[in-house]
């Protein structure tokens, strides 16, 4: 007779091999898609926040010409050693380099230092710690219900932040396609599947109405009729508790023209309500994270270090 762990350790087994065979054909799908050229244009700006951990770096910068506005954006960084020279503040110059499927900074020089007097927005936020309790967030999901956090008590929540509208691949459609992966994975295993539950989390209330997260989920989930959002729903927070979500959650935003720059915080919550698990940025893989929701559904203690950078 197998015992509880024992079970756990099978089925999670069965999950990543799963994954790994739906990873594969993704892969076998796209192999032999021509990548376009890359492009590059020249960045001018300041340094608002400095992730080492994961190679990102918030720039408010002037318009670009030829590709995008004066905006504050996250940008990932190719050579991580640069960002040791780097603070909130500082005015630097930078090549832009973009592709069919990413964008990144590349030759960041310091232009002028930061005297460390100004203080940069969102870098005074604080993540939430590993095992932090919760609020009881208010949502509205696709169906236009509005829910609470504390309703999925007993379970453990795999949530992240999106908006339907962005337009980088590496972003939202990236966490979504995640997701969708680690979704798959759950469904052949009944019982960590009832045990589970996803929730991508838009902060566009303003344009991610219901009906819109319907159909931008049809992408991404199987329709099963009544029952196609019972496991991962879809839903957007009440514009009055935006801010609070997000700076719990440590996600920043910043909206230039109907264009939302924010940061990207996926996290697992434990079935009593708490952080169990942090992952900040977008270079997280599925099979990770489907390892650590497996470990919190069978109430294995956390061995890692929240993994949301501290500003």
């Known amino acids: 007779m197998m015992t509880g762990s024992a079970k756990a ?7 990543l091999f799963a994954l790994a065979l739906i990873l594969s054909l993704s892969a076998a799908a796209c192999r032999g898609t021509s990548q376009s050229q890359m492009r590059r244009y020249h960045l001018k700006g300041t340094v608002v926040q400095v992730d080492k951990s994961q190679r990102h770096l918030v720039v408010n910068h002037e318009q670009i010409p030829g590709f995008m506005a004066a ?8 050579d991580a050693r ?6 909130p503040g500082d005015q630097i110059a930078a090549d832009v380099v973009v592709g069919p499927s990413e964008i990144h900074l590349e030759n960041i020089v310091v232009v002028k230092k930061s005297d460390g007097k100004t203080s940069q927005p969102g870098a005074q936020w604080q993540p ?43 972003y939202c459609p990236l966490m979504s396609h995640n997701f969708a992966e680690i979704e798959k994975a759950l469904m052949i295993s009944p019982e960590l599947y009832a045990k589970s539950h996803l929730l991508s989390i838009s902060f566009d209330s303003q344009y991610d109405t219901p009906q819109v997260l319907r159909n931008y989920a049809r992408e991404f989930v199987a329709d099963r009729g009544p029952r196609t959002f019972e496991h991962w729903e879809f839903a957007t927070i009440p514009a009055a508790e935006n801010s609070a979500v997000t700076k719990f959650f440590d996600v920043f935003t910043s909206e230039e023209q109907g264009q939302i720059t924010h940061s990207m915080s996926t996290a697992i919550l434990s079935p009593d309500g708490r952080i169990y698990k942090s992952y900040n940025g977008n ?11 497996t470990s919190c559904a069978a109430g294995e203690r956390s061995k890692g270090v929240s993994q949301s950078f501290r500003r």
């Open 9 to 15: 350790s099978s089925s999670a087994a069965r999950l």
């Open 128 to 170: 939430s710690e590993q095992g932090a309790l919760v609020p009881d967030f208010t949502l509205v999901n696709q169906d236009g219900k509005r829910l609470r956090l504390a309703q999925y008590r007993g379970k453990s929540v795999l949530l992240t932040f999106i908006y339907t509208r962005c337009p980088l691949p590496d």
């Open 71 to 78: 905006m504050t954006m996250p940008y990932p960084v190719v």
């Open 82 to 87: 640069s960002l040791d020279e780097l603070s």
């Open 283 to 293: 270079d997280w893989k599925p099979a990770d994270v489907l390892k650590d929701l």
